[in-house]
């Protein structure tokens, strides 16, 4: 299963390492797109080239005014001006050369009379139109911008110039720059032809003592522009692809250092899934101190865990298994004699032996249920405050109340006012203390004396059971606490506990966050005076509500 995991990773790559070029990239390229718009940039040349041809065009129309006016006196003896053809073709055709520009006039009817691409011949009227050169031709970078050009006039807002178009049989109504000027306002206006280019056109009365005469429309390109435009569009492309390159290498390192260690995560998670031997671990990551080093840390915890789990599970079915089996051996056995004995009494001592082992075996059966359900039900639990001092008296009470003679005694001691609250599940805490006070009885002497005792210690609240019995066998103090150990008084009935009350409350007192320890009372000559066993709880902290 592995495998066609790894393989498949390899074809296609990381999807995180996508996801990681993917936004890195998108990040790069929405600021550059803006840029690459440039949309005030151009407004602003595309100003400053209107306001040069204004004054051009009204150098050309004073020079038209003042050179290019015919005179005829009428018939009421008032003096007619017009514009005369020759000699406005022949300003305009100098002026034009020398500045680059197309100039159109009209006459006041509106009717264009000379324009500077039509050269009267021999042969003729010819008109001259620069052509682009094709797309094909271009170097590279001006291609990349001629393609970058035609892609923005399709965003919208981009044509915010309208579109130039121009008729074979052109009138003064064709332009509006042209129809204004006649009524003696000057106008500048700048037309698109697409592929980014624009045709800039003034409009300039043609006056002669304040009479219009006609109209001068003088027209240019947009090279100037288009090449400022191109040049920071080339240098921001430039800077783009640089940025490219490091962004590239940069998400590439980021990947890897985030996604290889989590595929690594994950191949070892599933190992440890498909449980393939338990020399499968998860990869440290120790070295790391960011959210990756947690989760490698977090995860071989869980494992180291899980592990522990699943030998402990493993311990405790072999445990019940042996625990199990003698007093069904000794069933099995007295069943079998009782059988082939005749004698009534030999046959009611052997209905005894199988009715205690028929008890042992429901007490094992029952503790070992109630030990199997333990961690579950602690996991479940949400905890809630606890205040051990009226818990522990009512023990104490109850502890009491059936007491018979020659009974151990059971002593409280706790100082008045002192608050003992900790947090977690009540009924398992008085288990817990059940069974401590329970096992101090089992092994007090006759008329003994069993102390219960609860204080403070800083943010831990600390309960002890002493008690006058024989103490804890030397070396022992930790083993006790195992399951099914049996070390019992003197003298009393086998199999009448399970072995399982402490280590029960070591299981309990643990998810609780706390310490569980037993050791002996010596006196100052050296000698046992009894057992003492310590529960240490965390004390209540205000706000805190976990799960155990």
Known sequence: MIGPVRSAARRFGSPLTRRILAVNILALAIPIAGLLYLGEYRRGLVEGELAALSVQGAMFAAALGEGAVNSDAGGLGLIEQALDADSTRSIVRRLAETTGTRARVYNAEGVLIVDSRRLIGPGGTVQIEPVAPPLESLPVGAW??????????????????????????????DYDEVALALDGEPVARARSVGDGRLILGVGQPVQSY????????????SPDIEAAMAGVRLTILQVFAVGLGVTILLSLYLAG???RPIRRLALAAERVRLGRGREAAIPDFAGRRDEIGELARSLRAMTEALTQRVDAIEAFAADVAHEIKNPLTSVKSAVETVVRLKDPEQQQRLFAIILDDVDRLNRLISDI????????????????PVDLRPLLATLVDVQQTPRKSRDPALHFDIANGLRLDVEGVESRLVQVFRNLIANAASFSPPDGSIT???????DAVVVTVEDEGPGIPSGKERAIFDRFYSE???GEKFGAHSGLGLSISQQIVDAHGGTISAENRVAPDGRVLGARFTVRLPARTPGRAERL
């Not at 249920?369 to 809630?384: C, I, V």
């Open 488 to 490: 019992r008084p003197a």
């Open 210 to 221: 304040k009479q219009v005469l006609g109209a001068l429309l003088l027209t240019k390109g």
């Open 369 to 384: 249920a109630d030990a199997s359900r333990l961690d579950a039900e602690l996991s479940r639990a949400r905890p809630e």
């Open 452 to 458: 219960l005792r609860a204080a403070r210690d800083r």
């Open 144 to 173: 990349m911008l001629s393609v970058l050009g035609r892609v923005l006039d399709w965003l919208p807002g981009h044509q915010e110039f309208p579109l130039y178009e121009e008729k074979v049989d052109q009138q003064a109504s």
């Open 257 to 259: 250092t985030i996604a």
